[in-house]
């Protein structure tokens, strides 16, 4: 079975600060790994995705985010915050040539001026 | 392009009561997805669907029923609703299995009395 586990509810950063978001992740196989970010009252949207190659994924809004293997983990980083980055975000997980794509519970990102 | 329509945005019923969701997509994709957003549960896929004809069942499938009615619609149906089944439901779609991206309606909230 292939889970996602967000481990912090919020994430609390003050704008221009650098922030991260974590994720870790079960898979039986090669995972595929996502973000998404959720503005209020919207649906979700793309931010980048893990397939293979290069561990370090760069997104829209200059978000990106570090595949490490041999921790499970796909954690979600920003050099410089902005008060608008301020979101809900998930994580969410598939694996190869399956359609079952399996999301966090999600991280509420606040950044405060 | 509309992208992926849901409807309606709103709903309320009584215990018990039976109702459907409809969904939409024209971007010609072949997987589409039904998942319901919870307080602190994050996104929790409910069924989902690799290509025409074919359902398959997510995490909580119990109470839900699915329609994969052509190529564009994924109608989801509460036979008898359950206040247990308050909650925003998300439908999307993706070009198909494993690396694509989701796009996300803007979601159906459905209150049960």
């Known amino acids: 079975a292939q889970s996602v586990a967000q481990p912090e509810d919020q994430v609390n950063v003050a704008e221009g600060n650098p922030l991260t978001v974590k994720c870790t992740y079960s898979?039986?196989?090669?995972?595929?790994l996502f973000w998404y970010v959720q503005y209020p009252n919207r649906g979700l949207q793309f931010l980048l995705k893990?397939?293979?190659?290069?561990?370090l994924v760069k997104g829209s809004y200059g978000f990106e985010a570090e595949f490490n293997k041999s921790q499970t983990s796909f954690h979600l980083k920003k050099p410089s915050a902005l008060v608008s980055d301020s979101a809900l975000y998930f994580c969410?997980?598939?694996?190869?040539?399956?359609?079952?794509?399996?999301f966090g519970t999600g991280t509420r990102l606040q950044v405060f001026p | 392009n509309a992208g992926v329509t849901q409807t309606p945005k709103f709903q309320v019923l009584k215990t018990g009561q039976s109702m459907t969701l409809q969904c939409a997509q024209d971007?010609?994709?072949?997987?589409m997805y039904w998942y319901r957003q919870d307080p602190g549960m994050g996104l929790r896929l409910i069924y989902y669907?690799?290509?025409?004809?074919?359902?398959d069942k997510g995490e909580v499938p119990n109470g839900y029923n699915v329609s994969r009615l052509n190529k564009r619609e994924f109608s989801l149906r509460l036979e008898s609703a359950a206040p247990s089944q308050t909650s925003v439901y998300f439908c999307?779609?993706?070009?198909?299995?494993?690396?694509?991206?989701?796009?996300f309606g803007a979601g159906s909230r459905l209150t049960v009395l």
């Open positions: 999307a779609s993706s070009e198909g299995a494993g690396a694509n991206v989701l796009t």
């Open positions: 669907s690799a290509s025409e004809g074919t359902t």
């Open positions: 969410a997980v598939s694996v190869y040539n399956t359609d079952k794509l399996i």
């Open positions: 971007m010609n994709h072949n997987s």
């Open positions: 893990y397939i293979t190659g290069d561990n």
């Open positions: 898979v039986s196989g090669n995972p595929y």
